[in-house]
């Protein structure tokens, strides 16, 4: 039984090493996370998969956007496969360091705390956290919202920012958390919340796309830049998929798949 006991526990630790992407030797700790990623041959993006036009399903429920485009290319020149996972926006994170993906990679914002916890590239697009209100709503400012109902994606910068801005927050009747963007303004749509906080670049494509009569109030909350996420320990994989977008950036991949998605070149990569 001892021996079973001991068994299990080695194999525990063999796993959470495999999953960190690092290995001990003495007294350091050996990075293996680009070699191990090649070994399994498979790069695994996690990811909100409704948050267009980074990461969403088009009409054959296909995974597209602007950051898979980026990551299949990413993949195709690290010599591995591309996939996309869908994950718990909320235990994002958790996915990430038990080892179910590779990185987060979906309009994901740098902030000190997720910098302390995580290896992030250098940001890749710019990004505000901007409310979203119904065209005949009246609502032509921040200050207009005291009183009403703002909804937002729970575990999100968006909530970062709300929680931020005590000013607005202290004078909203009621923040409503949805699990994502979609789901918020479907809802604004309907009249179940006054308007939704979220990023500027989704809801600019949300709305050139839709055709749904919203705007956007010219009066972000927030300034964000967005990073791609890795666990704190896998830095020589995050620093070959640096390398390669500004690879891709000089090259003009980037500018071709900015211009694909935004209809101009937005990217910040190598700038």
Request: with cysteine; glycine share 10%; hydrophobic share 40%.
């Amino acid at each position: 039984m001892k021996k079973i006991v001991k068994i299990a526990i080695v194999c525990a630790a063999v796993s959470a090493a495999c999953f960190t992407g690092c290995r001990k030797t003495g007294k350091t700790t050996e990075d293996s996370s680009l070699a191990g990623l090649k070994n399994r041959g498979v790069f695994v993006l996690g990811l909100d998969d409704s948050f267009p036009p980074l990461g969403f399903r088009d009409e054959n429920n296909e995974i597209v956007g602007y950051d898979i485009d980026l990551a299949k290319e990413v993949s195709k020149r690290l010599g591995v496969e591309f996939k996309a996972q869908p994950i718990d926006w909320d235990a994002k994170e958790m996915e990430l360091n038990t080892g179910k993906i590779d990185c987060i990679w979906n309009g994901f914002t740098m902030t000190k705390d997720r910098e302390t916890a995580l290896a992030f590239t250098k940001p890749y697009l710019n990004n505000e956290q901007v409310l979203v209100v119904r065209t005949d709503s009246g609502i032509k400012s921040l200050a207009d919202m005291k009183g009403k109902i703002v909804g937002l994606q729970s575990g999100s910068s968006a909530q970062e920012a709300v929680d931020g801005n005590t000013a607005f927050s202290g004078s909203v009747k009621k923040q409503i958390m949805f699990k994502d963007n979609v789901t918020a303004l479907n809802d604004l749509s309907i009249g179940g919340v006054d308007g939704v906080v979220m990023d500027s670049v989704v809801a600019n494509y949300s709305i050139k796309t839709s055709g749904k009569p919203f705007s956007v109030i010219d009066e972000p909350l927030s300034q964000e830049e967005y990073g791609v996420a890795f666990r704190k320990g896998d830095t020589a994989l995050r620093d070959e998929v640096q390398k390669t977008l500004e690879d891709m950036q000089k090259d003009g991949t980037v500018t071709a798949i900015s211009v694909k998605w935004f209809g101009r070149d937005i990217s910040v990569i190598g700038r």
